[in-house]
Structure formats: C-alpha cells, structure tokens
C-alpha cells in the first residue's frame, strides 16, 4: 500500500478514468466513480468463480496473531488460503513477509487484513474518545484520527476497529470511555470524523486504514451499566437512537461494521438478522462487511441461544456476519453448506462483501508497507494535533470566584497533590495497545515546564494509587497546602478502572481521595481539582470542598501541557459535557432527551426528602417525576461547560413562522463574549417535537458551532433546520415528518432557556 496513484486501482490495473460528472434526471453521477465500481465488482465475482469452498471459508476467518500467538504458523494457513484476516499484529516485517506468503504462494493471491484496536491513538495517544467528544469539534478529531491512522499504517495495520459508535446514558458502563457520550446527534457528528481521518479521500493510498463502526447493536445499554449484560430496546428506541450514529456512519462510507457481544431483545447481536439483514443491507444498502466481536459467534451458545458451534456458525452467517474474530466456529461452515443449510449464496455474499473492502483498500496492488515512506512516529505534528485535541477536550466544570486561572505573578508556589499528578500511564486511558507511555507530558511536567522558573513547585503523590485507601500521605499533602499560595489536586481513576470489562457500580472518586480533598482543604488555601477519568463521576461530595473543577478525561500524551496551559490561562477552557453528570448513582439513566412523562417534575413539584414536612398529607410532595434525595436535574447537564470569558444569547428568531415540509428554516441568534478574555463558546441548538405519533423527548440536540469571539464581541449563529433533520421513527417504526408545533432553543448547554417557536406545515 504505498502506492497512491491516481484513479482507481482493480487488481494490479490502474484504471485512468477521467472524473466526469452528468446530470441525469437531477441525479449527479460521478462517472469514474461508476465505472471503477463496476469494473470492482467484476474483478470480485472473477475472482470468486475461481474460489473453492475451502478459501472462501477461509476468507471469513480472522485469526489472533498477538498475545502469545507466534505468528509463523499462520503461514502455513495463508499458503492453503485458509485465512482472510489477521488481528493484533503490528511488526511491519512479519506483516510484510505475511502479506507476500499471501501474494505470492497463495493460489489465488488474495491479500491480508491487518487488524487492530486503534481507538484514540496509536503511539501518540489523543484523548479517550469521550474526551474527544467534548471538544464538539468534528475537524480537530478528523485531524486525530489522520495521524493515528498513519502512525497504524506505518506499523502494518489496514483495519482499524474503531469508531465505537455505541450511545451510552450509563457511566457506570466501563467502555463509555470509547463512546461519544450519550447523544445520537453528537455521536454520529464525532463518528463520521473518526471515519473520514481514517479513511480519508483515498482508501487506497498508503497511510489511510479502513474503520470498523461498533458494537452494532445496543451494547451502550447494557442492564447497570455491567459490561456484556443484556440490552432490552424497543425497536423504536433503537431506531430514534441507538442506530442513528450506524447509519451516519454507513452514509460516511464506514467499510466494516463490529457485531456487538451483547443481547438484544432476547436475540444477541451476532446473530441477529434483524440488525444485519433487514436494517443494515437492505434498509441502508450497506456493501461492505461485517466482523464478529472477539469469538461472539462461540458465544451464541454460551448465550443460550444455540446448542454448540455448529448450530452458533448457523446463526450468525445467516443473520449475516461475514467474518469471525478470533474463533473456531466458522470451521463448521463447510458442513453445514455441504448439508444443505447454508446455502453457497450466503457465504458467496460475505465473501464479495470482504474482497470488496480488500480492492478498496488497494491491497490487491500493493500490500507492502515501507516505514520509511511515513513521517516519523510522534512528529511536531502529531503532538500538536494531541495537545490541540487535549486542550479542548478539558471541561471547566466550577470556578469559584474566579480562582482560574492562575495568575503566574500572584503565585509564587503551587503545591501539586495526587496519585495522578505524574502518572505518564495512567493518563493515556483505556485501549492502548500501542501508546508509548515515554513520550507523555504529565500534569506535574507541564506545570514544571510553564512555570517552573517562577514558581516553586511542591510535589506530593499522596496516594500510591486512586484507589488506595492505606498508606496516604495526608500530612505530607496538608503540609504542602499550607506552604504553597494554591493547590492543585490531581484525582480521578488510573486506567484501568474504566474500559472493557472495567464497569464500576459506584461512581465517587474512589480510594480516600474524598478525605484527601477534605485534608487538603483545611490549609485554607485555594483548591483547584483536575480530574482524570474515563467516565463523569458523581462529583457531589466533593464538589463544595473545592474552588474549581477541570474534567480532563484520560487526556492522552500530551494531557499535561495542555491541562498547565489552561490552569495558567494561556489558553481557556471550551470543552462541554458529552454526557450528564448525575448527582447520585441512583439517577442512572439521566439524559437531556428524557421524555417528558405525565407528570413533569419542576423546582416547586418536588420535595428533598430533609424538607419533608412531618405534618403534611402525602400528597403535598408533588406527584411528579423525581427523585426524593437527587431532585430530577444532574449536577452538570449535557452540553455544560464554562468558560474564562462569559457569554451571553439574545435575540433567538427563526426564519419564518412556518417551514413547509421538504423546506428549511433557519434559527439563529446573537452571541456576545461578555468577558475580559478572547474564548472560543460552542452555541447548541435544541429542538423539541411538541406532539409526536410517538412521545417525542423533552429535547434533542440538532446542531452546534464553535464559535470564538474577542471580549464583547457579538456575533449570530445561525442554524439551518430542514425537515428531513426532525423525522422521527413512528408508531409503524418508519421514518416521518409529522407538521405541527415546534420549539427551538440556542444557547450554550441543554438547559439553554432562550426559545423560539416555529411550525411545520404541510
Ligand atoms: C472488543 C472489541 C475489540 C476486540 C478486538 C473485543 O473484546 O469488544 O471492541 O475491537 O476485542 O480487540
């Protein structure tokens, strides 16, 4: 693959096709593009007319090449043609001679997918994907994904799984780490971003890889948050939002789709035909292929849902898998075709569907991949891009009177307190296979790097780790406190508390870190918290006990500079929540776009339960929907953030009263930097359905734009809103757009109050 000629690339032709655009009918074709389709599919059933059962079974195999599986034997299996695909495998010259065993001594020739877990980074680590999602910036996470894509790509890898797309309101869920947050619309923005960094315009050229959107479907909601625990959604939820970020995906040109592990609806997902037939080939037409998850399809019997591997290969070929990660199987695939029960077609289908994604990718005419065609593993770029994307991913959850930022000519020392303060592992995250811990900045070498001239810097770690709860040092922080002009705590949760398998029933900071918030603050100095997590904590316990909040996520390699940067305002926070933050465990699920229920809780409807009058009728607690010791509202709502600078909305107006169906509208209104500082405010646009066939939710999230403006600057953001954006699935759970009464809000969270109304008619 380091070749990128121009045209299009069908095995070992390069096909020169001048780009020639017709209008038919009103339809734009793009003729090369045609062309080169037809000639690719041409080139597929050639190549499949030659292909015995054998190698087209061996195309659907994907084998485990790492953690302990040398992976000289697969020679042997390449030469047979019994192997499509290869996972965990990232030593360029092994690749290299795998690729040309392939080419070469293979009957066929068919070359190798080279997969791997690339899901923020690859040496140089960006932040976790949810950090990612709270810059609200599609561009910078393109940017992010390019140079994961061709760091992977210099090692070997052409296959990527990653986006994981999954829509989560659960932050117990360990692998909300992965995810975009909770909102279908945010999700897809930050999915479709994902997907073009690593596709980029020519899936052929050397340094693009191919995505992989997942778990397709439903694994964000599993039961509590447990990671693998079955997932009940009716199919209209399914459709308004769990799928949503699949289809954004699939119009983006996503080559691969990941089965979840999970249940869906007492059907798991890998072998479900609903998911994989109805909804994805012949609702959207998707043509390329879909892998299992790791050994999913042994699963199905462990599932209860079949008697063994045979009767599992059965289900999950029909339901319309093609390929099988990392199990046996699909070893019984050959019997159950010579039986009679899979019909050649079937696997005829996944086959094409693979090859596909093969010519696609190039491999066909250049597998080989040079090193030294790539620019150098964590270049000036490269860090840049994870610094830029770090910095905007940090959300300013609290500033009390306004401590941050930090005046470098007014503090004269800082104490740096916390387990995770110079924890260069810790802060890359979850799935990082191949981040290089050496190259991180960590929180404390940042602060050192910016101020460490000035400024005299005390260190105390103070727990070994986030979780310990002995051997704290607690008078070594106090006493650091009371020395020092401010205090900067860094807490949170070392990697491998959240991320597959890593769900957490209690949410808090765990291990003594509480205490040590409590210890620390009696010195009396001002506290600024820095969190590390791969997941919203419920932070209430805490919260009231210091000055100010930066959420940083996991924030990758470059975490530390840019957390330094923002705590001393050389540059300013702008990220916003991707997900609630609840106040409690017990308010799981809290989402923005709840529905509004029969009985609507408001700030007069409900009751704390220490209020509770002892003398007063049952009645007089409100009858609405709520909570007795959490109210109805998260500590922090979707969309929140604050900023060094304040912003404020006026004037919304919508274009017009009415929008016909078919039509536009657009929504804007004035934005004005009322602060002292230059800042950069995403303003978001909310949209609620008032009368639905279906209960529409209370509110949902149908654009955002960052915007960055000098101090009293004003500006208008503008929005346009056509009506194919508010189609909803139906009662009959097929898509429409229903007139009727509409409100829009802009502002800078999902409890924005400034509303327009507006009308759509037929
Ligand atoms: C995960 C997938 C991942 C695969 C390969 C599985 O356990 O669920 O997300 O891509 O392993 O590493």
Known sequence: MTTNTPGSKVSGLTVLIATVAVTIFNMTVNISDAVADDLMEKRVNELLAQMSIEEKIGQMRQANAGYGHPPEYLGDNLRAGELGAILNLVDVETVNELQRIALEESRLGIPLLVGRDVIHGFKTVLPIPLGQAATWNPDLVEKGARVAATEAASHGVNWTFAPMVDVTRDPRWGRIAESPGEDPFLTSAMAVAMIQGFQ??????????????????????????????????????????YLK???????????????????LNGVPATGNSFLMRQVLRDEWGFDGFVVSDWDSVHQLSVHGLTEGDRESAYEAATAGVDMEMAGKAYDHIQDLVADGRISVDVIDTAVRNILRTKFRLGLFDDPY?????FPAIANEHALQVAKQAALESIVMLRNEN??????????????????????????????????????????????????????????VRAMPTSRSRADVQFEEAYEAARESDAVVLFLGEESILSGEAHSRADINLPGAQAELVREVRKAGKPVIAVILAGRPLTLTNIVDDVDAILFAWHPGTMGGAAIADILFGVEGPSGKLPVSFPRMVGQIPIYYSQKNTGKPPTPETIVHIDDIDPFAPQ?????????LDAGFQPLWEFGFGLSYASFEYDEIAASAADVRVGETITISAKLRNSGDVPATETAQLYVRDLVGNVTRPLRELKGFKRVRLEPNEATRVEFQLHTDDLAFFGRDNTLIVEPGDFHAWIGGSSNADLKVAFRVVD
Not at 215 to 240: C, K, Q, V
Not at 369 to 373: F, I, L, R
Not at 411 to 421: D, F, M, Q, R, T
């Open 619 to 627: 009645t007089s607690l409100g009858m609405s929907a709520f909570h």
């Open 369 to 373: 991949v040079n090193p030294d065609e």
């Open 200 to 241: 980029g315009d020519d899936l052929a050229a050397g340094d693009t890889i191919a995505a992989c959107a997942k778990h397709f479907a439903g694994y964000g909601a599993a039961e509590s948050g447990r990671d693998y625990a079955t997932t009940n959604i009716p199919e209209n939820e399914l459709r308004n939002v």
């Open 245 to 263: 970020p699949f289809k954004a995906a699939v119009d983006a040109g996503v080559m691969t789709l990941m089965a979840s592990f999970s249940d």
């Open 402 to 459: 306004g401590v941050l930022p930090l005046q470098k000519d007014r503090i004269e020392s800082v104490a740096v307190i916390g387990p995770l303060a110079d924890a260069p592992y810790e802060q890359l995250g979850t799935w990082i296979f191949d981040g290089d811990k050496s190259l991180s900045v960590t929180g404390l070498e940042g602060i050192q790097n910016l101020v460490g001239g000035d400024t005299e810097i005390s260190y």
